[in-house]
């Protein structure tokens, strides 16, 4: 039985509600790579990777994050983690997979426009 790292880093993402980002270089390539995948299938979330991953940290996407997460992933311990994680991920998720797959995608998108930033007048 093969499931995804990716959907299981995003269901784990979810479930937790810290108040301070981890720099955690593992956490952040898996959450990386399960996040590619949505925005293959939802257009919309393309481009919003570093406010989805600090949304659910329920983080501020501001430029010191930001830099922080740039910081993460030019490491050598994120390509290694990234690259197992991408050998893990399924080429061809099955029906059940792609069902849990879509379900977190929509979660981890609803979670980003409820700690989106509201914009100054």
């Known amino acids: 039985m093969r499931t995804s790292i990716a959907l299981a880093s995003l269901g784990l993402l979810l479930a937790t509600s810290a108040h301070a980002m ?3 270089a593992k956490k952040l390539a898996q959450f990386d790579v399960g996040y590619s995948q949505c925005e293959e299938r939802f257009p919309d979330m393309k481009g919003h990777r570093d406010e ?23 490491g050598g311990t994120y390509e290694k983690a990234r690259q197992a994680a991408l050998r893990a991920s399924p080429k061809k998720p099955g029906p059940e997979i792609e069902a849990k797959l879509k379900q977190q ?14 914009a100054k007048p």
């Open 105 to 118: 995608c929509a979660a981890t998108w609803a979670e980003v426009k409820l700690n989106a930033t509201p």
């Open 22 to 24: 981890p720099a955690d």
């Open 52 to 74: 989805a991953y600090l949304a659910l940290w329920r983080v501020s996407a501001d430029d010191k994050a930001r830099a922080q997460l740039a910081a993460i992933r030019k």
